[in-house]
């Protein structure tokens, strides 16, 4: 079973300029999550999407941060402008229970670095 | 605010020893708590976890303890080998939100 997909792994960029994340869940996971992990904390929910709308935005930094979900599959986290506190990595996950918790997947991140 | 506070940040064990790392949570309404294992350049993975309605779960050398009255769970890894050195994650979800601590360096000397 393929796992969560991210892209791209590594992104540089100036602050004020704009990036995009792209994740691919496993297929058949109806819920969605993008993390922001800054370095030595902990996953901070950033968007949280059930199928294709969204369950948790609350955290999301609105004025730069913006996430869709097309048809309830592949997902994309843009920020624009970029700070500097943006640097970090940012996580995709997917899990397949709505109800109940169950286990979440993570990709291996997209970690950015803002100059 | 924290919603799930983790201890210690960092932690160096012998091999052979036992690690122990420690959450402590608020809300009465989470429902599951998993811990994570993160190694570097990589996303945090399902290493255990436990419902409230238990008081102990052990898979291999990994065991939850959970304290419902006290709002305290912990993970106990024993015989630490040096391929266990990672980050650990506790986490709290209520609701399938998943809230999570601030992580746990462990270093496993040989």
């Known amino acids: 079973e393929a796992g969560v997909a991210q892209s791209p792994r590594y992104k540089i960029i100036e602050k004020r300029q704009s990036v995009a994340f792209w994740c691919n869940p496993i297929?058949?996971?109806?819920?969605l999550y993008w993390y922001q992990q800054i370095l030595g904390q902990g996953p901070k929910l950033l968007i949280q999407f059930q199928n294709n709308g969204v369950v948790d935005d609350s955290q999301l930094p609105k004025d730069r941060f913006s996430a869709e979900r097309l048809k309830g599959v592949d997902s994309t986290l843009k920020i624009q402008p970029a700070k500097l506190e943006d640097s970090a990595v940012y996580l995709c996950a997917s899990s397949l229970r709505r109800i109940f918790a169950g286990e979440l997947f993570f990709g291996e991140g997209s970690r950015l670095t803002v100059l | 605010q924290q919603q799930v506070k983790q201890s210690p940040q960092s932690l160096i064990v012998q091999k052979g020893g036992i690690s122990i790392i420690n959450c402590a949570y608020e809300n009465t309404a989470f429902d599951y708590f998993p811990w994570y294992q993160q190694f570097p350049g990589k996303g945090p993975a399902l290493l255990i976890a436990?419902?409230?309605?238990?008081s102990e779960k052990k898979e291999g050398r990994f065991t939850i303890s959970f304290n419902k009255s006290a709002k305290q769970f912990s993970l106990h890894i024993m015989d630490s080998q040096p391929g266990d050195s990672a980050t650990y994650f506790c986490?709290?979800?209520?609701?399938?939100?998943?809230?999570f601590g601030t992580g746990t360096s462990l270093t496993v000397i040989p």
């Open positions: 436990i419902r409230p309605d238990v």
């Open positions: 297929s058949g996971h109806a819920t």
């Open positions: 986490a709290a979800s209520e609701s399938n939100q998943f809230y």
